[in-house]
């Protein structure tokens, strides 16, 4: 059986200070439009947030997006 992470941005909330762009790049980039930060392949989910799963993610990725999570001076990224 394989393990499922989920990515789960309050994108709304988001103040765009950028920080988890400079920790993550490879899932997080600036929206040149309104600033704030978009997780690459996120999709809105039922609740309105960005959401985006992925099966048995690497150890690299996760810790990745744990200190994009961390580093989030609103706390509106959490990883499950």
């Known amino acids: 059986m394989s393990k ?3 990515i789960i941005q ?3 909330e ?3 200070c950028g ?3 400079i ?3 490879k899932f997080w980039k600036m ?3 309104d ?3 978009d997780l690459i392949g996120g999709k809105i989910n039922d609740s309105g947030e960005y959401e985006l799963e992925i099966k048995n993610i690497s150890a690299e990725d996760l810790d990745c997006n744990k ?3 961390d580093v989030c001076p609103v706390k509106i990224i959490k990883i499950i």
Do not use: P
């Open 14 to 16: 988001c103040i765009g």
């Open 67 to 69: 200190q994009a999570a």
């Open 35 to 37: 600033m704030k930060a």
């Open 10 to 12: 309050k994108r709304e």
């Open 19 to 21: 920080s988890c762009t």
């Open 31 to 33: 929206n040149e439009k």
């Open 4 to 6: 499922k992470t989920k």
């Open 23 to 25: 920790v993550c790049q």
